[in-house]
């Protein structure tokens, strides 16, 4: 059996136009499908984000849209510049061996900007994670 192509994970939002704002405006992530009442994001790779319009919508605590990326520092400041508040500057957290931020979307989703310390992680389409 062949490995899915792709994974799109959803979460239910009570303003879309807002999360279209934060996600494609301030993020620049490019919007992959508008379905009227849904969106999808791409993120890397075969990684989506969607997100739907729900009014009763409300963010769940302890889920995290986690972006990974090198450049943690330069996204911190790209936020920044854009207005949007985090929980802080970028730091190490030696449990995990990453560096890392949290801020929250229009809609009270966690989002983690992160970067692997270890040198097992990749993220090239293809090769597994080692642990």
């Known amino acids: 059996m062949p490995a899915p192509d792709a994974l799109i994970t959803f979460l239910p939002v009570r303003d879309l136009e ?3 704002g934060f996600y494609r405006g301030v993020l620049g992530l490019p919007l992959a499908v ?3 009442s849904c969106r999808i994001y791409r993120v890397a ?5 969607g997100f739907c319009q729900h009014p009763d919508a409300a963010a769940i605590d302890g889920v995290i849209v986690t972006l990974v990326t090198d450049d943690v520092d330069g996204w911190h400041a790209r936020l ?3 207005g949007v508040a985090t929980d802080g500057s970028p730091r190490h957290n030696p449990t995990y061996a990453i560096r890392h931020f949290y801020t929250r979307d229009p809609d009270g989703w966690a989002v983690e900007v992160q970067r692997f310390d270890d040198a097992s992680w990749s993220h ?3 090769d597994p994670i080692q642990k």
């Not at 790779?45 to 984000?49: A, H, P, Q």
């Open 18 to 20: 807002a999360t279209d």
């Open 34 to 36: 508008d379905q009227g």
């Open 45 to 49: 790779g075969g990684g989506f984000i």
């Open 80 to 82: 920044t510049r854009a």
């Open 124 to 126: 090239a389409e293809g």
